[in-house]
């Protein structure tokens, strides 16, 4: 833990806790604009397109690797986003905490499913066992 906090013309003098999450941030989002592009464009061109297109449109490695790069570095940038907006409005030590675990479990959790699906479509075996999303 830091000492007492230090300050300069009573301005607090920063710490450069942050910082390091400010970058990553930053290049998440940098990532995120031509994925961005690139998910809308395949959206448009696969639009009314017949479950064999898709699921051939799954089986090539670029569209597959693409489609996890997007959803993992989106669920990081949406973590640390949450993660600030946690930070900035929750005040009680605990409930700080436990939000912080939750927003954490939840991208990570989001990120672990559609990396499950997309390599279970990617490999050909989409369907799932019995009972399981009917």
């Known amino acids: 833990m830091s000492g007492p906090a230090k300050f300069r013309k009573?301005?607090?003098?920063?710490?450069?806790?942050?910082?390091?999450?400010?970058?990553l941030e930053?290049?998440?989002l940098l990532?995120?604009?031509?994925?961005?592009l690139w998910v809308a464009w395949t959206g448009f061109s696969l639009a009314g397109a017949d479950h064999a297109m898709i699921a051939d449109w799954f089986t090539r490695p670029a569209n597959a690797g693409l489609l996890i790069a997007t959803v993992v570095i989106f669920c990081t940038f949406a973590?640390?986003?949450w993660k600030v907006i946690v930070e900035d409005y929750i005040h009680a030590p605990g409930a700080k905490g436990?939000?912080?675990?939750?927003?954490?479990?939840?991208?990570?959790a989001l990120a672990a499913a559609?990396?499950?699906f997309i390599v279970r479509l990617a490999l050909g075996s989409a369907p799932l066992p019995a009972g399981i999303g009917a």
Do not use: D, Q, T
């Not at 009573?10 to 970058?23: D, F, L």
């Not at 990532?31 to 961005?36: D, I, N, R, T």
């Open 79 to 81: 973590a640390l986003a």
């Open 98 to 108: 436990l939000s912080l675990f939750l927003v954490n479990l939840v991208f990570f």
């Open 114 to 116: 559609s990396v499950f």
């Open 26 to 28: 930053r290049v998440c």
């Open 10 to 23: 009573n301005v607090k003098i920063s710490e450069r806790h942050g910082a390091g999450e400010w970058a």
């Open 31 to 36: 990532a995120l604009m031509p994925l961005g």
